[in-house]
């Protein structure tokens, strides 16, 4: 079984910066291509980045374009997702997510491991 735990969440002011980390424990790290979720209240759970197994591919949700960045550490079993200029519509309980092998990467991947999720809040 996989334990994914997220950590980096807080409270920061429109324009800042926030780095998330997820902590990926139970089975080969290497072996999962991995993402980052977020929910806002009332609003669906969407993917915002996510990246294959070698961290040689990314992707991105439109709406954070230029200003997040998903990265790996296959040696460290983690993920991160530093997080540039943000904005008050980027609050959300963000999620790590992870799915066992290599898959065509979009946003749109399902995947099988979630973690607790950790809330992101930015005020204006």
């Known amino acids: 079984q996989v334990q994914l735990v997220e950590s980096g969440g807080g409270l920061v002011q429109a324009g800042g910066s926030l780095r998330l980390s997820c902590a990926h424990s139970?089975?080969?790290?290497?072996?999962?291509?991995m993402g980052w979720f977020r929910q806002a209240p009332g609003k669906e759970r969407e993917c915002v980045a996510a990246?294959?197994?070698?961290?040689?591919?990314?992707v991105y949700a439109d709406s954070v374009k230029g200003r997040f960045t998903v990265s790996r550490d296959n040696a460290k079993n983690t993920m991160d997702l530093q997080m540039n200029s943000l904005k008050p519509e980027d609050t959300a309980v963000y999620y790590c997510?992870?799915?066992?092998?290599?898959?065509?990467?979009?946003?749109?991947?399902?995947?099988?491991?979630w973690g607790q999720g950790t809330q992101v809040t930015v005020s204006s």
């Open positions: 990246i294959s197994w070698n961290g040689r591919n990314t």
């Open positions: 139970g089975r080969t790290f290497s072996r999962y291509t």
């Open positions: 997510a992870a799915r066992y092998g290599v898959v065509a990467l979009t946003t749109l991947v399902r995947f099988d491991d």
